[in-house]
């Protein structure tokens, strides 16, 4: 099985994947947590690159990028996890690319999914959990903390890239379980396990 987490930068994603990793763990089901970009030595220094905000990297460049970490995490972790059965929980993966490049970026769409598609030998999570935020509360989060190349975009960027997670999520709608990430942590990370009872993907 294999569970991606999307949503603008904090929206406490990261935390939600880490809960859901640890549920897993203590529940004694195999699970593997990752990241995007990064999880493999290759997709790691991608990560870097991408990240720091001293470097100047076209949006094209940018894409191909996070298309070639993606790559790298897929043959290297993913397909090996999934074939022994080892549930694959996933911070960001092929949403965030449309939402953030796509939509954010203005890069065609319909180019972006179809690179998805060759980076990830076509492979799409069972579920995704979208956490839904306002990006103006995502900047209130976010404002002691020191931002990255990506999380330094000005506000008209996230709003952007916030509608984009919107629409893909309406276009996705049996994939996407979309949740308030205005609520406490604990009560996300209920509702998370709940819908994958529900779904029947855990028992």
């Not at 790691?44 to 894409?63: P, V």
């Not at 995490?73 to 949403?95: C, G, H, M, Y």
């Not at 939402?99 to 579920?127: F, M, S, W």
């Amino acid at each position: 099985m294999f569970i991606t987490f999307e949503g603008i930068d904090g929206s406490g994603k990261t935390t939600q994947a880490k809960m859901l990793f640890d549920y897993f763990c203590r529940n004694n089901i195999k699970a593997k947590m990752i990241r995007e970009p990064g999880g493999t030595v290759i997709s790691e220094k991608i990560r870097g690159i991408l990240l720091d905000k001293s470097n100047s990297i076209s949006d094209i460049a940018e894409l191909l990028l996070f298309q070639a970490s993606r790559a790298e995490l897929i043959n290297q972790i993913v397909i090996p996890a999934l074939k022994e059965n080892t549930i694959v929980i996933s911070d960001r993966f092929i949403d965030s690319t449309v939402a953030y490049q796509g939509y954010g970026k203005n890069i065609d769409v319909d180019i972006i999914k179809k690179l998805n598609k060759i980076a990830t030998n076509n492979i799409q999570p069972d579920c995704t959990f979208y956490l839904k935020i306002d990006h103006l509360e995502s900047l209130k989060r976010k404002k002691t903390e020191q931002l990255d190349r990506f999380e330094s975009n000005p506000t008209s960027f996230m709003h952007k890239v916030s509608q984009g997670f919107d629409i893909i999520a309406v276009a996705e709608k049996e994939r996407f379980i979309i949740i308030d990430a205005t609520i406490t942590e604990e009560e996300i990370h209920n509702l998370i396990i709940n819908e994958l009872s529900e779904r029947r993907l855990i028992r």
